[in-house]
């Protein structure tokens, strides 16, 4: 072979102009997400400083940075990970342990809080109520 031929590996593909627009697309897009839920950071932040935070506001504003960071994991996993161009099943065979795995730590946590209130209900000890103790009685040949 001579020294001017060049192998496909080397030379310059026209998809490569795709996959460009591809990694901006996700920039963007990710950068969007991101700004939203600082943006929503900074509302349950002010909320707080007032003097009457509303709780069921701040819950709606917490719950929905929980949907967009869902959103940007399944992208990036999607994207970067390149697990939306897998088959389905094995898709399924990575989300659903993920899923369960999920489950279990909120299943665990809300057990260990339900024990933890039992606990607190029925082993209550008054911890303002102190026990008075008179003080000991000499004995009548001890001496000061």
Not at 23 to 29: G, K, M, Q
Not at 34 to 56: F, R, W
Request: hydrophobic fraction near 50%; charge should be neutral; charged fraction near 15%.
């Amino acid at each position: 072979m001579s020294a001017s031929v060049t192998s496909s590996e080397i030379s310059f593909h026209p998809e490569h102009a795709d996959n460009t627009k591809a990694i901006w697309r996700t920039f963007w897009i990710l950068s969007f997400l991101t700004i939203v839920e600082l943006t929503i950071g900074l509302v349950i932040y002010n909320i707080h400083k007032g003097e009457h935070p509303n709780a069921t506001l701040v819950l709606a504003f917490k719950g929905m940075v929980c949907i967009l960071t869902l959103a940007k994991a399944y992208y990036i996993v999607s994207v970067f990970m390149h697990l939306g161009d897998e088959v389905r099943n094995m898709i399924m065979t990575i989300i659903v342990p993920l899923c369960l795995f999920v489950w279990f730590i909120a299943a665990f946590l809300w057990d260990g809080t339900s024990w933890k209130n039992l606990k607190n209900r029925y082993n209550r000890v008054d911890v303002n109520q102190t026990e008075q103790v008179a003080p000991a009685a000499k004995e009548k040949g001890a001496k000061d």
